[in-house]
């Protein structure tokens, strides 16, 4: 079976010959994936769900969503999609009840179609008991699951999370994961961007992480961290560091790689705690000073940086 989603160079400019918002993303998903999007502010992933969910025409590029063309058959990739977007649009004085209704109009059920959707759904995020109250009593996280909700009336096939636990309590944020992960199993294909490391680790089956609209890896947790080895050796020296300097370390025995960072060094070695001594030497014979020195063991959060140089959260 062809992969469910398929998203091939897609190109976004906001203005004509202005600076692309995302610039040829490529990426497949699976049915009954959990696959994310993991990159921090500005990287393009809400202008990246946009496009997929046809809302946004890309600059270029093609995406399919069950075979149907998102720029040509937009009907037909609505039809088949659910989307929580990142900005809340809840009616405050109605309560849930009433405004899934709304949602579930809008989506074409009536009748007692719609009042089972409603009913399911407010089931689905734990909101039953609260269905009748009116949306202004419910904090972040209970707003946020009935956008969820909202989101899953017409049972679609793909489920797009825009950032879904920003803003959330912990235990919204919680229950909101576990629910990711039920209705995967369910059989539901979920795409969630995230700038949370922790909780793309926990559910998604595999990652794009995004930066500077384009995806700079793709794989499963374990896979993007294992390819940074055993972990990373960051030197600070309060100086730019040259180049024979670098390629110095990069000659190290199982270094994979040595990328400058501000005022230093961030090496990737199979086994960085041997590499210390010579890494130590090479700063001393450079005349360099080390200002501090410090191990890591891989995590996504050090892929993250050693892929960007940057870390996901200031
Ligand atoms: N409507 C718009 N018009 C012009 N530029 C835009 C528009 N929307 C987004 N951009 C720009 O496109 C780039 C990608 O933005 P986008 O919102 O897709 O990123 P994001 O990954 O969703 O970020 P965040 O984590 O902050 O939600 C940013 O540089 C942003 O300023
Ligand atoms: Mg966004």
């Known amino acids: 079976m062809p992969p469910l989603l398929q998203a091939q160079e897609l190109v976004k400019r906001y203005t004509k010959g202005g600076a692309a918002a995302v610039s040829g993303i490529s990426f497949q998903v699976e049915r009954g994936e959990v696959f994310g999007l993991l990159g921090p502010n500005g990287a393009g992933k809400t202008t990246t769900i946009s496009m997929l969910t046809a809302l946004l025409v890309p600059t270029s590029g093609t995406a399919t969503l ?26 405050p004085t109605l309560s849930a009840r009433d405004n899934l209704r709304f949602f579930g109009r809008l989506n074409g059920l009536s009748g007692r179609k719609l009042a089972e959707a409603v009913d399911r759904n407010l089931a689905r995020v734990g909101l039953s008991d609260r269905g009748d109250d009116a949306i202004a009593t419910f904090s972040g996280g209970m ?10 009336l017409h049972e679609p096939e793909i489920l797009f999370l825009d950032e879904p636990t920003v803003g959330v309590d912990p235990q919204s944020r919680n229950f909101i994961l576990d629910g990711i992960e039920t209705l995967s199993r369910d059989g539901l294909t979920v795409i969630f961007s995230t700038h949370y490391m922790e909780e793309a680790e926990r559910i998604c089956r595999r990652i794009a992480v995004v930066d500077e609209g384009r995806v700079l890896a793709l794989d499963t947790p374990a896979e993007l961290v294992h390819s940074l ?37 961030l090496i990737a070695a199979r086994q960085p705690i041997r590499i210390l001594p010579a890494v130590i030497e090479l700063f001393q014979s450079s005349g360099l000073p080390i200002t501090s020195l410090e191990y890591a063991k891989p995590t996504l959060e050090s892929v ?6 940057k870390r996901l959260r200031n």
């Open 66 to 91: 069950a075979g149907f063309d998102v720029v040509r058959q937009p009907r037909e990739v609505k039809k088949r999609i659910g989307l929580v977007p990142q900005e809340l649009a809840l009616y």
């Open 143 to 152: 707003k946020r699951r009935v956008n969820i909700a909202a989101g899953l």
């Open 229 to 265: 080895g055993d972990g990373t050796v960051s030197v600070s020296g309060a100086v730019a560091l040259e180049e024979p300097l670098l390629a110095a370390l990069r000659r190290l025995p199982e270094v994979t790689s040595a990328e400058p960072r501000e005022g230093g060094v």
């Open 304 to 309: 993250f940086l050693q892929l960007t140089g």
